[in-house]
Structure formats: structure tokens, C-alpha cells
């Protein structure tokens, strides 16, 4: 691996307004956004989304609202992130990447880890409706919860400490340009989701999913 300066994990700043169970808001692109910190404040978004998912394992009564944020997270704005990286960021990096950077069997990890991810997801879509009608977790939900942020926290900390900081070492300004180009365009799209998850979140309210600002 090459030598170069891994930045903090925890260097993202919160938004402000964003509290512990409730919905991180997605990321806003701008013209001169940098991709690469626009990652970091999405993996910022995704820590936010874990400490939920083990607030609702752990709870005692209903949290139906939470549900909601959750299920919303993982069904529109997780995916999203899953692509840009997938699509844009490894397949770009790995061009970029020098011999000494090691870095074929870390994207192919990473891209791995998505693909588990989006199962346990998918697996989780209909628990969730039920939270999100004030059903209270299983035993069995609460342990898929708690697996599933234990997991995704593993696989942020190495896209923070070893990914990212690549990432800024190796894209020209060309490969940034583009990346973020593909990135908004992406945003402009309706969310692509399967069918369980569009039925699912068809059923929320907006309004019910609170100030996103």
C-alpha cells in the first residue's frame, strides 16, 4: 500500500439539526462540491444511520417514526451512495491506483461487502414496515439491527482510513469533475428501488419523516 496520510474517521462534521434517531439528510451536490468530502459527509450520513438502527433495536415501545427514517434510508438514499461508488469512484480509482497502492483486493472487498449489504437490506424491508405501523422489533430484528450496524460500521472504516484518502492522493481534477457530474445526475433520477422496498416506502407520508434541512 502506498505511503500517504489516512485522514480521521471521525473528521466529517455533523449537519447542524441532526440528532440520534432521526434521518440524516442526503447529502446536497453542488457545481463545486468536491466528490470526495461530498463521500465522507455521505459516510458521516451512514455512521448517523447505524446509531439508528441500534436505537430502534434496542427499543422498548413502538418507534415508528424512526422506522420510517430508516426504512427510507436504506430503500432511496443508500443505494444511491452504493453507486456512486461502484459506478464512479472504484472503477475510476482503480484506474488511477499504482501497483504499490494494493488496492484490486480492497475495491473487490468493498464491492463484496455492498452486495451483502443490499441482501440484509432487502431482508429487513418487511420487519421494518412493521416497526413503521408500531410494530415493536423481534428478538430476530433486533440481532439483523444490530449485525447489520455492527457490519456497515466495519466497512466505513476502511473506505475512510484507506479508500478516501486514495482517493484525494490519486483523482485529477478531470476524474473529480466527472465523478461529481455523474453523482448530481444520479440525484436527479427517482430512486431506484425493488419492489418490496417501493411498496414499502410508498406507504410513508413525507411529512412523517420530519425537517430534512
Known amino acids: 500500500m502506498a505511503d500517504f496520510k489516512a ?6 462534521k455533523p449537519r447542524s439539526g441532526v440528532i440520534r434517531g432521526g434521518r440524516a439528510a442526503p447529502t ?31 427499543a422498548t415501545r413502538p418507534r415508528p417514526d424512526l422506522a420510517r427514517r430508516i426504512l427510507v434510508n436504506l430503500c432511496c438514499d443508500l443505494p444511491a ?6 459506478q464512479g469512484l472504484f472503477p475510476v480509482l482503480r484506474a488511477r491506483a499504482l501497483p504499490e497502492d494494493a488496492l ?20 429487513l424491508v418487511p420487519a421494518l414496515a412493521r416497526m413503521a405501523d408500531g410494530a415493536l422489533p423481534t ?7 444490530n449485525r447489520l450496524a455492527g457490519c456497515e ?23 473529480r469533475a466527472a465523478l461529481l457530474a455523474e453523482m448530481r445526475a444520479r440525484r436527479c433520477q427517482p430512486p431506484r428501488m425493488d419492489s418490496a422496498c417501493a411498496r414499502a416506502v410508498a406507504r410513508i407520508d413525507p411529512a412523517s419523516l420530519g425537517d430534512q434541512t
Open 81 to 86: 451512495h452504493f453507486e456512486d461508488e461502484e
Open 7 to 12: 485522514v480521521p474517521e471521525e473528521r466529517p
Open 153 to 175: 460500521r466495519r466497512h466505513l472504516i476502511v473506505e475512510n482510513a484507506i479508500l478516501l484518502p486514495l482517493a484525494r492522493l490519486r483523482l485529477t481534477e478531470q476524474d
Open 104 to 123: 484490486d483486493k480492497t475495491l473487490t472487498r468493498l464491492a463484496r461487502e455492498h452486495e451483502i449489504a443490499e441482501a440484509a437490506f432487502a431482508l
Open 28 to 58: 446536497k451536490l453542488s457545481a463545486a462540491e468536491c466528490p470526495i468530502e461530498a463521500m465522507y459527509e455521505e459516510h458521516f450520513n451512514q455512521r448517523q444511520l447505524c446509531a439508528d438502527m441500534e436505537v430502534l433495536a434496542a
Open 139 to 145: 428478538p430476530e430484528d433486533r440481532d439483523a439491527l
